[in-house]
Structure formats: C-alpha cells, structure tokens
C-alpha cells in the first residue's frame, strides 16, 4: 500500500509537532469564589433583637473564601511575550501562571479580552528566554477535508497532540451572532481550550474553541475560531485592551425558503431586516423593515451570519453602501457606521381553525400582563394549538401580531380581513413583536 503523504508530510507528523510545539503553553489561573458559611443556612435567634449578619458584625466572621483553580491552553504570537488564548480561560483570574514544555513557568497579566469571540490576549512579565512565537497561517485557504493538528493540554496532560480534518467551516453553534467556527473532528477535550490548531505547514489556523458533547468528553466534533478573525480582535486588544465594533441599529433573521417566496426573490442570499433601532444608523438611512440587504460596503451577504462580521469590523464614521432588495427591486442607500455600546444589539379570541391561531385585541392590560409597553398596539396571541400550522412555524403565546402580508393589524378586525385575502397554500406572512424582538414568520401548508 502506497503511504499517505499531505502536502510533503509522511503518514507522520512528528516531525512538525516537534517544531511548533515549543509555542504551546498550558495556562493555570486561580480565582477567589465566596462560598456561604455554617451560619448563613439557618435563621439565628439573636437576629431578631440585633439584626441581620449578626454573626460577622459580633464576632468577626466572613463569608469563607476558597481559591479555585483552573487549566487550559494558549500559544506565544510575539516575541515580546503576548499569548493568544480563550476569553473563558482567563475569566476573573486573580493568577494566571504560564508553563512552557521545558516545565518552566511565568506570571502573566491580561492585556484585553473579548466575550463576544471568547479571545483573550494575555503577556507575560518576564519574556526575554521566551521559545520563538508560532507562525499564523491564512484560514481563509483551509477546505474541507485538509488535515489539521490540535495541541493543548486536555484534563490537564501536558502537549498533548490529536489529529483530524476540517469537516466543516462556517458553523454557527449558537453562541453569538459572530459565529464562523472551523468544525474538526481532531479530539478537543476540556483544557484543549485556547489552544491553537495547524494546518500541515505548522501554521496556526484557529484556536480550539469548543467541543460538542453529551457527556463532557469529545465525540468528534469539535469547534476553532478561525486564526484570520483572531488575527483583527487580537490588534485591537493590544493597541486598546477591548474591541470596538461597528453598528448600524437592525436586527436581522435568516431569509428561509418559504420567507423567500413571500417577499419574491429567487433565492436565500442575504440578511432580512426584522426591525430597526428607531433613529438608529440604518432607521435615519432610510433602510426598512422587510429589506434584504445583498451586499454591505462592496461585500456580498452570502447568508445572515455574514452582516454581523462585517459591519462589526467596519471602520466607525465611514459610509458605506449597502445594497439591498426592496419589494423585488435593488436599490442601494448609504449608511453610517456608529460604534456599537453596551445594551445594542442586532436585534376571548377568534380561533383560525386552519392555522391552530386564537388572538386577542392588545389592551393596556393585556400588554401589562405580558409585560409590552402601555402603548403597544396590535392583536396578541393568546393561544396557539398544539401541532397546528402556527405551532410548526414558530407562532407562540404572546406574540403580538403587527402585520399580516405587509398590511398593518391593529385590531381583530383588521387580522380577520386580511386572513380573507390569505392563501395557506401560498404562505401567509408574518410580523410580530415578541420580547427577544421582532421577526418575520411564514405559516404555509405543507
């Protein structure tokens, strides 16, 4: 049998392990957790006649303190002691210590971190006999199938090397609107986190991230932030400690088969705007509600998970040109990028026997009840049959109905003459408001 060779590599990578494996660190850090003491968990007769925490203010006591430790992985970018690694590795350490393979170890401090990627950049105090940094590849060349090398340190077992392919890129698992994980089946256990993935030329291609699992081991699917996405939160945490992100004031849903043929375009290419941020970039812009936006400053909007990258790493204050489909036609609008802040984000009733549906007239009431604005307007659901058509799309109790085939309901009667005109076989078209937001559902025979 012929032997496997991979662009120059032999059916061994022990050659390559060896080289860049003096760039893997194992990461320990150690935070103080307050735990409650023996007295907190009953009531104390002399409460009563001396008040509450009476046991601390008389006799000194303090909640008890423990340190709890814990490991995980990360590799040296730079000569002068700046190491890539997870945000969740470092979280609310007090002390992070930093192992070389040779057993030697450093303090580190943390130079910025970012929960929106979970990256964290950390620095060592002491760098000058530091081993040379790893070399950061393209991940943008990765393809399905390409072998790739894990080092990290699972359960705590030092340089540990697995190897696998890249099954998938792209994936969204969930965690965040900036999603674009590198799917391996190369074994990452807990401790494997922050450490970096190779490509078969010993550069790094992402940083294990994640592992999909039931039982809190690996089945062979795990997740890596791509290096080239690294790369720019990585700048912008040396340069400034934390990660600005542009923001243009939409919340935006995926644009499905059927959400497709109601608003006639061909194909699910591109971002549907749900709703806009009143007076927000895109509100003043001129851009709407039930837009698609096709392309954002001269980048195509392949699939929804593509507008959030982009805009974030736009430059604030720029204008930018964003295409969009309106009513079957393209269009384009300038809009302004602004920074995105804390707290923004891109965000007895009539029974349809044919769509599972009872809805209500929206009181003040009702919306105190189900915790709207006093002024919220519209028809509530107020019961959704279990299993019906309005059940399988998404429809659920409280969702306040604005809009049924573009036409405003803001009574019964409203939502029960545009039901007239609707076809099931066609599709009938959505907009309600819920609490996590507004978005656009299709209720369509199947």
């Not at 941020?277 to 400053?297: H, K, S, Y």
């Not at 509530?380 to 036409?407: T, W």
Request: proline share 5%; charged share 25%.
């Amino acid at each position: 049998t012929p032997s496997l060779t991979v662009k120059g590599f032999t059916s061994s990578f022990a050659d390559l392990v060896e080289r860049v494996s003096p760039a893997v660190v194992n990461i320990s850090t150690t935070k103080t957790i307050k735990t409650p003491d023996f007295f907190r968990d009953f009531q104390s007769p002399f409460e009563e006649f001396f008040g509450k925490n009476f046991w601390e203010r008389f006799f000194g006591l303090q909640p008890h303190k423990r340190k709890q430790k814990s490991l995980g992985s990360g590799f040296i970018v730079s000569k002068e002691g700046y190491i890539l690694t997870n945000a969740h590795v470092i979280e609310e350490a007090d002390e992070i210590t930093v192992r070389l393979a040779t057993g030697k170890t450093y303090q580190a401090e943390v130079v910025g971190r970012d929960s929106k990627t979970d990256l964290a950049l950390i620095k060592v105090k002491s760098w000058f006999d530091l081993p040379d940094p790893a070399k950061l590849g393209d991940s943008d060349t990765l393809r399905v199938g390409d072998w790739v090398i894990a080092i990290g340190n699972p359960f705590g077992l030092d340089h540990t090397v697995t190897a696998g392919i890249v099954s998938a890129k792209g994936r969204v698992i969930g965690s965040g609107p900036y999603d674009d994980f590198i799917q391996t089946d190369a074994s990452i256990n807990p401790g494997n986190s922050g450490g970096p993935l190779f490509n078969t030329q010993g550069e790094v291609v992402g940083i294990n991230t994640a592992i999909f699992t039931t039982s809190g081991g690996n089945i062979g699917i795990g997740f890596a932030v791509p290096i080239n996405m690294a790369k720019e939160i990585m700048g912008q945490l040396k340069k400034e400690g934390k990660v600005t992100r542009g923001w243009i004031g939409v919340t935006i849903q995926e644009l499905t088969p059927e959400l497709a043929e109601s608003f006639g375009v061909k194909d699910t290419k591109g971002a549907l705007i749900a709703d806009l941020v009143p007076g927000g970039p895109a509100d003043r812009a001129g851009l709407q509600r039930g837009d698609i936006i096709i392309e954002f400053n001269g980048k195509k909007i392949k699939k929804m998970q593509d507008l959030p990258r982009i805009v974030s790493s736009t430059s604030i204050g720029s204008s930018v040109e964003v295409k969009i489909i309106r009513g079957g036609e393209k269009k384009t609008i300038s809009v302004t990028v602004e920074e995105m802040k804390e707290g923004r984000k891109l965000v007895a009733g009539k029974m349809v026997p044919d769509l599972g549906i009872q809805v209500r007239e929206l009181s003040p009431e009702l919306a105190d009840q189900w915790g709207y604005p006093l002024t919220e307007t519209g028809v509530i659901v107020s019961r959704i049959e279990p299993g019906s058509l309005a059940d399988e799309a998404g429809l659920k109790p409280g969702d306040v109905i604005k809009e049924i085939n573009r036409k405003p309901i803001r009574t019964i009667q409203d939502y029960r003459d545009c039901l007239k005109d609707a076809s099931i076989k066609k599709g009938i078209l959505f907009f309600i408001t819920r609490k996590e937001g507004s978005l656009y559902i299709v209720v369509k025979e199947k």
